[in-house]
């Protein structure tokens, strides 16, 4: 399965990130806190994951903001990974 990951940066300034599959729909979403270095589950979704420019949304745990951030699929690096059921 072919995925990327995206990186934004929270009002809080908590370092939000999302990992997406090839259709551009969340895998899994988390909050870094840089400070304390603390990393927790972030709630994150895709909203037009078919069109070129589509924006992310997510559910900030540090501060309880809902954070909208826009990214061009062009940007988007992919990377190969193992299906984790296959490795099950």
């Not at 995206?6 to 870094?32: I, P």
């Amino acid at each position: 399965m072919k995925l990327a990951t995206v990186h934004s940066a929270c009002e809080c300034q908590a370092r939000l990130s999302a990992e997406l599959d090839e259709n551009k729909h969340v895998h899994r979403g988390w909050a870094t806190d840089l400070g304390r270095g603390k990393t927790r589950i972030a709630p994150a979704h895709s909203i037009h994951p078919a069109s070129e420019r589509f924006q992310l949304g997510w559910a900030c745990p540090m501060c309880g903001r809902n954070t909208l951030r826009s990214f061009e699929t062009s940007g988007l690096v992919w990377s190969e990974r193992a299906d984790l059921a296959q490795s099950a």
